[in-house]
Nanobody, 121 residues
Framework: VQLQASGGGLVQPGGSLTVSCTAS????????MAWYRQVPGKQQRELVA???????THYVDSVKGRFTISTIADNTMHLQMDNLKPEDTAVYYC????????????????WGRGTLVTVSS
């Protein structure tokens, strides 16, 4: 299973950006997908938003009302980021909990390569 992230870039404060993540491979089902972010130079990776197969979503307090995570459709989910702030600058990583085909319904965790989001004037 591989996760392909796309959509990062440079945006001015107050602007918008969408990052997307698509899972591919021997996927039986996806239980959840999420975005984490890591500020360059820091070790801690922060959970930003997550979406679950049942439709529930979760956001870290700092992005509530500004970020919207989509449902999982065709093994893809999107994170719409509005009213971006300089403190949103980070490398964003896609994460998924996947039931792999032929695994006996075992769940595995996968990470995509990060995509850099820079918020600066």
């Amino acid at each position: 299973v591989q996760l392909q992230a796309s959509g990062g870039g440079l945006v001015q404060p107050g602007g918008s950006l969408t990052v997307s993540c698509t899972a591919s491979g021997m996927i039986f089902s996806i239980n959840s997908m999420a975005w984490y972010r890591q500020v360059p130079g820091k070790q801690q990776r922060e959970l930003v938003a997550s979406t679950f197969s049942g439709g529930n979503t979760h956001y870290v307090d700092s992005v509530k009302g500004r970020f919207t995570i989509s449902t999982i459709a065709d093994n893809t989910m999107h994170l719409q980021m509005d009213n971006l702030k300089p403190e949103d600058t980070a490398v964003y990583y896609c994460n998924a909990l996947v039931v792999v085909t032929g695994s006996g319904r075992a769940e595995f965790e996968y990470w995509g390569r990060g995509t850099l989001v820079t918020v600066s004037s």
